[in-house]
């Protein structure tokens, strides 16, 4: 298995702002060929809200701070774990808006065992019922 699981690339957005891609590239012996698939893009209050975590996750990975910027044109390789770990954070507070209900999942997630994240995050990411499953992790892990 590969080393690198997760690729991180940014989205240039207007007036300089930048939103976040993280891809998945397929384990071996999948069929779906060697490009990584999109697991979610997030962008806006939510990504500001989270900077500090996902800066936090990127560091693990032997990247600094800097790394992500405005015209950023080199993807940054994530492991498998750290991968999983952001790519639930992005998935459960992008729809939201309120800065409590980020903070409280953001919080949680940063909480959780690596199996709990490795869980959640399988059940976010594939199945037909995956949107209602990732909005039943916010429900379940924030005071609502």
Same mark, same amino acid.
């Given at each position: 298995? =590969?080393?690198? &699981?997760f #690729?991180?690339? !940014? /989205?240039? %957005?207007?007036n300089?702002?930048?939103?976040?891609?993280?891809?998945?590239?397929?384990?071996?012996?999948?069929?779906?060929?060697?490009?990584?698939? %999109?697991? $979610?893009?997030? +962008?806006?209050?939510?990504?500001?809200? $989270? !900077?500090? #975590?996902?800066?936090?996750?990127?560091?693990?990975?032997?990247?600094?701070?800097? @790394? /992500? =910027?405005?015209?950023? =044109?080199?993807?940054?390789?994530?492991?498998?774990?750290?991968g999983?770990?952001?790519?639930?954070?992005? %998935?459960? $507070?992008?729809?939201?808006?309120?800065?409590?209900?980020?903070? #409280?999942? =953001?919080?949680?997630?940063?909480?959780?065992? @690596? #199996?709990?994240?490795?869980? +959640?995050? @399988?059940?976010?990411?594939?199945?037909?019922?995956?949107?209602?499953?990732?909005?039943?992790?916010?429900?379940? $892990? &924030?005071?609502?």
């Amino acid at each position: 298995m =590969k080393d690198k &699981s997760f #690729e991180l690339r !940014t /989205i240039n %957005l207007k007036n300089g702002e930048i939103g976040l891609s993280l891809y998945q590239f397929p384990l071996n012996g999948q069929v779906q060929g060697n490009e990584p698939r %999109l697991v $979610v893009r997030a +962008w806006g209050t939510p990504l500001q809200a $989270v !900077t500090g #975590e996902v800066l936090n996750l990127i560091k693990r990975c032997g990247y600094q701070a800097g @790394s /992500i =910027k405005p015209g950023q =044109k080199e993807p940054l390789l994530l492991d498998e774990e750290t991968g999983v770990r952001l790519g639930l954070l992005l %998935l459960a $507070v992008k729809p939201l808006s309120r800065l409590d209900r980020i903070e #409280e999942v =953001k919080d949680a997630i940063c909480a959780m065992g @690596s #199996e709990e994240v490795y869980y +959640w995050y @399988s059940r976010c990411t594939s199945g037909n019922d995956r949107e209602r499953t990732c909005r039943a992790f916010r429900i379940m $892990v &924030s005071k609502e």
